[in-house]
Each structure stands twice: as C-alpha cells, then as structure tokens.
C-alpha cells in the first residue's frame, strides 16, 4: 500500500465515521427531542397536578374533620336517647303503679 492509497482509505475511514457520528447524533436528537412548547405543557401539567393534590388533601382534612362532628353529634343522641328511654321507662313504672294504687283504692 503506497502512500496515496493509506490517504484515501484513512480519509474514507474517517468520512464513515463522521457520517456514523451525525446520524447518531440526528437520532438521538430526533427520539429526545423537546421543545419549549412541551416543557411549557409540562409545567403547566405539573402545577395543575400540584393544585390537584392540594385540593385533594383539603377535602379529605375537611372530610375528617365532618366525620369527627357527626360521630360526636351521634354520641350526644344516642347519650339522649338513652336517657329519654329511661325517664320513659320510669314514667311508664309510675303509671302502673299509680293505676295499680287507683284500682285498690276503688276496689278497696
């Protein structure tokens, strides 16, 4: 292999590379490709998931406390009731006693 042959074959062996080296750099620029429209969309899908999570988080504290209420408002009336359905209960006993009284008095 003379000289002018060893130019030619190096000068094509580097043509190839630069060639595989811009096409691999097209390729890679053409998959990864991301323009500032997308990183807008991005941002602005970011910042709406962000505002969803707080909103999510807020209605779950409000439904907590909510819950928090009406078990305690459960408790008071069931707490009422129970004392109502015993003065009921007493008052019914009074009842049957009195009648039981009245009738011996108009028996007696």
């Known amino acids: 292999m003379n000289r002018t042959e060893f130019i030619l074959t190096t000068t094509l062996v580097l043509f ?11 390729l890679i620029h053409r998959i990864a490709r991301v323009t500032q429209s997308d990183m ?3 941002d602005k899908m970011a910042k709406e998931l962000h505002e969803a999570e707080e909103t999510r988080d807020q209605a779950i504290t409000y439904l907590q406390q909510r819950e928090a209420e009406l ?6 009336t069931e707490a009422e009731l129970r ?10 006993h009074e009842a049957e006693e009195l ?9 007696g």
């Open 16 to 26: 190839v590379a630069f060639l595989l080296g811009w096409f691999a750099s097209w």
């Open 40 to 42: 807008d969309e991005l």
């Open 71 to 76: 078990t305690n408002q459960l408790t008071q």
């Open 83 to 92: 004392a109502a359905m015993d003065g009921l209960r007493e008052a019914r």
């Open 99 to 107: 009648r039981a009284h009245i009738e011996r008095i108009n028996a």
